[in-house]
């Protein structure tokens, strides 16, 4: 059995769904999960990894564990005590899904230091592990869809800066081959997309895949700035401006890791696009 935190996610619910098409007995859980969101065949089970004691339901009887980063909960997160109930549980391995500011952006509280608490955590469960840092996903471009959707415009900062983002779908699958597979243990892979994209070029992607042409707006960072700030702490909205807009190389850089793991590129923004055009119509 394997649990999926964060299994409504852009990734864990990939990876529910890839886990369940390959035959493995899966618990799926969130702090909101319904029935809908998941297929059929799967445990359900609602949990909150701020409380691990609401895991231990979760839990029960799973051997493998793909633990989420927390999203806007991850300060709120003690990473030992989930993982000592899992151990306690009877889980053997651990799939971590982390983030490139481990390694790009190590003295952000935000981005590098948080994370990198919780990848320490798991290095010291005594399980199994293994560590997935994605950079950007393809999915980001969702928050972009309702003024798709109205006026068939994006607005968004720094609209020439370009950065490898990842299909959800394809770190998904790596975390599969991860969970299933040998070799994989005490690994730590680092997952971009192909190429790296501009915001410019993204919405344009999008406009391809509508039939229609999408126009980009430039945001200044103070609107950029302010816009965020509705929905995100300060030290994140500082920190993701400061990648979006001025990216070290190492954020620019185009990670091996996806291709090695899945045989296979992984997909562009473009493919991505094509396949959720739907919610930008």
């Known amino acids: 059995m394997i649990v999926v935190t964060g299994a409504t996610g852009n990734v864990g619910r990939e990876l529910v769904r890839v886990l369940t098409a390959g035959g493995e007995r899966v618990t799926a859980t969130s702090r909101t999960i319904a029935d809908p969101e998941v297929p059929d065949g799967v445990r359900r089970l609602r949990a909150d990894l701020t409380d691990p004691e609401s895991l231990r339901s979760v839990l029960d009887g799973a051997d493998a564990l793909f633990l989420h980063d927390g999203g806007p909960s991850a300060h709120l997160l003690s990473p030992r ?3 000592d109930a899992a151990k306690r549980s009877g889980i053997r391995q651990v799939v971590l899904l982390s983030s490139l500011g481990v390694e790009t952006r190590p003295k952000s509280p935000s981005h590098g230091g948080m994370m990198r608490a919780v990848e320490d955590a798991v290095r010291e469960s005594g399980m199994d ?12 471009a969702y928050a972009w869809a309702e003024p798709v959707r109205s006026r068939r415009t994006v607005a968004a900062p720094f609209g020439d800066v370009a950065l490898p983002t990842v299909d959800p779908a394809d770190i998904a699958e790596v975390a599969a081959v991860a969970l299933r597979e040998d070799g994989h243990s005490h690994r730590v892979y680092e997952l971009t997309g192909p190429v790296p994209t501009t915001p410019r070029q993204r919405a344009a992607a999008i406009g ?4 229609e042409p999408v126009r980009f707006v430039e945001q200044t960072w103070e609107e950029a700035r302010e816009q ?3 929905f995100l702490p300060e030290p994140v909205v500082e920190t993701t401006l400061a990648v979006l807009g001025h990216p070290t190389p190492a ?18 923004f473009e493919e991505w696009a094509r396949r959720n055009a739907a919610a930008f119509r």
């Open 208 to 211: 391809d895949a509508l039939g």
């Open 251 to 268: 954020e620019q850089r185009v990670r091996p890791d996806a291709e090695r793991v899945l045989g296979r590129a992984p997909r562009t």
């Open 228 to 230: 965020m700030l509705a």
């Open 81 to 83: 005590d989930v993982l």
């Open 129 to 140: 592990w293994t560590i997935l840092r994605p950079g950007g996903f393809h999915s980001n």
